[in-house]
């Protein structure tokens, strides 16, 4: 079971699995390659190939107008929507050689990528190096979103996911959901279990009357929520959220960047406010000095030659800090205030004692004080933000497969954060489901001969976000979302002829609205359900979100693209490595001749260790591409241009003994395979096959008769362990 997190400063990858004979189920992290618990969201395109987390920000300096961070929020981005607009605003890296299209689902051309085929890219690149290429086998995959993403939002990740082509079953929830998850789960025999004497013996019970309350503030990169979630024995629940989506360690940091600009501008009398590369050195020192002030009361940032040889050097005091983000503190505080209030009954009837801080602001003094200030309670910092939401994830997972054993709780209850209304045939009836309902939902609405006698004999049915509550997030005034047309005729042939039916439609945890059923009404309250065919019904274009047709086609669209560049990908990583091999076998090469006091001797009309040096310059430039099969074959001609016609033949004749003892090898092989008599085992085997390997690449850099000899010696020891 998979848990992943795809988080706006770093993502987290979790493996659920059984253990015990499959009586418990245990999650943790996956590693990087670079054995880090998190992978930084950010992706890299270059020419020939992509690069991601790690590697990308190792070169992000050299590839700055093609390198993309903050992965999660070009989930869904369009520059018609206001979120998206502020987003550019704040972006770090954007521009250039590979900006980003701002028309949706645009591909463009070969030098342009599109905000899907970006987190497309990533997504895909992180599957492959944490999951598929360590051979880890999954049942399924659960993917987190924040929880302020729409159905729009949702939709397309649904379609960059389905563009992947994982081949596994998804899901995806809400990260205030993974987070109580986790929590409930980590925490669950200190909440719900305690110890009761029975006779001799101390008992484990389960205390089905106890309920725990838990509000959580998750001061992230680039967003701070509130989270209020009940916890019982069986049940856990997300009872309300609300999100500030810009506000976070970038804003702070953002304040201090401002500050040294204008420090160095004082000093030197220089504007670097519109060079992006200042603000990359900065970044880094900046965020090391934010930090540094949550324990200590001063920090000091110092750039070396930041622009034209003068340095940047200056001391920053937490009450400087603090005041740079008075603007950031004071919104924290309002909404702070304003989520307990509209939260105020229930927190007092669930008798909250503590806050659960966590984020990469959760340290913060400031931040701290206010927390105390606005509940009075008292805070603890024992969750990491991007740690446990993945986990929180593939605990999910694990509750919807039965052959996951998680019996400690039976469910969850995930949250609807937006109001959805509901009209038919253009005329508003009701709320659909109103924000801080549980999802998912079934809603039930009845049709008369009424409907079936109009004019056109059509049930429009429509449903739409109140535009108020949500229009920073939608990049379509109307709110409108999705339509259903039913054709009544149709209905009343599948109903045998009655004009009375009951429609049933389904909000799923994910927002997405189905036709659950269509039922006939029989007698009074006893419904009979009709079979749903083509004909009934059709799904009508919605302004915010393509059709069925338009999906299909941007998911093959992307798929064409996004296998031709993981072709580019594996070309380059099949060159990379054969590139390595060829550095290897010229290191091999220059240390032979240096040892061996060669390196003055002529290659032509140069020293042959300068021919050797231009060669290892060129091929650590990352500028060229190289034929591998010319260039080893151009370290041959150079390595035997010092042997020796005799140390050649004597040289060929052991290698073509080793050659010989390769095949007798390989038909011991094929007889172990066969199943017939055979002297050596198959571990034998593969040591024999490493062992003629090694003396094989040695023959390949002899340069001396001592050296032959030593070699032959080793060989006929060696060989001697497997054959007689």
């Not at 669950?188 to 019970?205: A, L, N, P, T």
Request: hydrophobic letters at 35%; charged letters at 25%; a negative charge.
């Amino acid at each position: 079971m998979i848990g992943i997190n795809i988080g706006s400063l770093n993502s987290s990858i979790s493996l659920g699995k059984n253990q015990l004979s499959q009586i418990t189920f245990k999650s943790e992290l996956l590693l990087s390659d670079t054995s880090l618990r998190t992978c930084p969201s950010i992706i890299t395109f270059t020419q020939s190939h992509r690069l991601f987390g790690d590697q990308a920000s190792l070169i992000v300096k050299k590839n700055l107008n093609s390198s993309f961070q903050n992965i999660s929020r070009l989930i869904g981005f369009d520059m018609n929507i206001p979120f998206s607009q502020e987003e550019y605003n704040n972006y770090l890296y954007m521009g250039g050689e590979y900006k980003p299209e701002l028309k949706k689902f645009s591909s463009g051309d070969d030098q342009s990528v599109s905000p899907e085929e970006i987190v497309i890219s990533y997504i895909h690149l992180l599957y492959n190096s944490y999951i598929l290429d360590k051979n880890i086998e999954t049942v399924n995959l659960v993917f987190s979103v924040p929880d302020y993403f729409t159905f729009f939002h949702r939709n397309i990740f649904k379609t960059i996911l389905e563009s992947i082509n994982l081949k596994k079953k998804f899901e995806i929830i809400n990260e205030s959901s993974a987070i109580t998850l986790y929590f409930g789960n980590k925490n669950y025999k200190e909440c719900f279990i305690h110890k009761r004497q029975v006779g001799d013996k101390i008992v484990m019970e389960v205390d089905p009357n106890i309920t725990k309350y838990v509000l959580f503030i998750d001061a992230g990169h680039s967003k701070i929520s509130f989270i209020f979630s009940k916890l019982s024995y069986n049940l856990f629940q997300v009872l309300n959220t609300y999100t500030i989506p810009f506000l976070g360690g970038r804003d702070f940091d953002n304040r201090i960047y401002e500050y040294c600009l204008e420090n160095f501008k004082n000093n030197y009398g220089v504007d670097l406010s519109k060079d992006k590369k200042i603000k990359l050195r900065l970044i880094n020192p900046i965020m090391k000095a934010r930090k540094t002030l949550t324990v200590n009361k001063d920090a000091q940032i110092s750039v070396d030659s930041l622009k034209d040889d003068n340095d940047l050097s200056l001391i920053i005091t937490r009450e400087d800090f603090e005041k740079m983000i008075s603007k950031e503190l004071n919104l924290f505080r309002n909404e702070l205030k304003k989520f307990c209030e509209y939260n105020e009954k229930n927190f007092k009837e669930a008798m909250l004692t503590n806050i659960e801080m966590a984020g990469e602001l959760m340290r913060t003094p400031c931040l701290q004080n206010i927390v105390k200030e606005v509940t009075g309670l008292s805070i603890s910092k024992t969750i990491i933000t991007d740690e446990c939401i993945a986990i929180g994830c593939s605990l999910y997972g694990a509750l919807l497969n039965e052959t996951f054993p998680i019996k400690d709780f039976n469910d969850i209850y995930h949250l609807n954060n937006y109001t959805i209304n509901i009209s038919i045939n253009n005329e508003p009836i009701s709320k659909f489901i109103g924000n801080n309902e549980y999802l998912p939902s079934y809603k039930a609405y009845s049709f008369d001969e009424k409907y079936f006698n109009s004019v056109n004999s059509k049930i429009n049915v429509s449903f739409y976000y109140d535009t108020n509550e949500i229009k920073n997030y939608l990049p379509s005034n109307s709110g409108l979302f999705l339509a259903y047309e039913f054709d009544c005729n149709e209905i009343e042939k599948a109903n045998g002829g009655m004009k009375n039916v009951r429609i049933t439609f389904l909000i799923n945890i994910n927002g997405d609205i189905h036709i659950h059923s269509i039922e006939s009404r029989v007698f009074e309250e006893q419904y009979m359900k009709i079979e749903i065919n083509k004909n009934i019904y059709k799904t009508i274009n919605s302004e915010i979100y393509p059709s069925e047709n338009q999906i299909e086609k941007m998911i093959e669209e992307f798929k064409n693209k996004e296998k031709a560049m993981f072709e580019k990908d594996r070309n380059f990583k099949n060159y990379s490595k054969s590139k390595n091999n060829i550095l290897t076998k010229l290191y091999n090469i220059k240390n032979k001749i240096n040892d061996n006091g060669l390196g003055d001797n002529l290659y032509g009309e140069r020293k042959v260790i300068e021919v050797l040096d231009e060669i290892e310059m060129n091929l650590n430039s990352d500028n060229q591409i190289f034929n591998i099969d010319e260039l080893s074959q151009h370290l041959d001609n150079i390595l035997n241009n010092f042997i020796s016609d005799e140390l050649k033949t004597k040289t060929r004749e052991l290698s073509d003994k080793i050659k010989d003892y390769q095949n007798k090898l390989s038909e011991e092989y094929t007889k172990l395979l066969s199943g017939g008599q055979c002297s050596l085992d198959e571990n034998q085997i593969n040591d024999a096959s490493n062992m003629m390997e090694h003396f094989i690449k040695r023959l390949n850099l002899i340069l001396l008769k001592d050296e032959l000899n030593n070699i032959q010696i080793e060989f006929e020891n060696e060989i001697k362990k497997y054959f007689n």
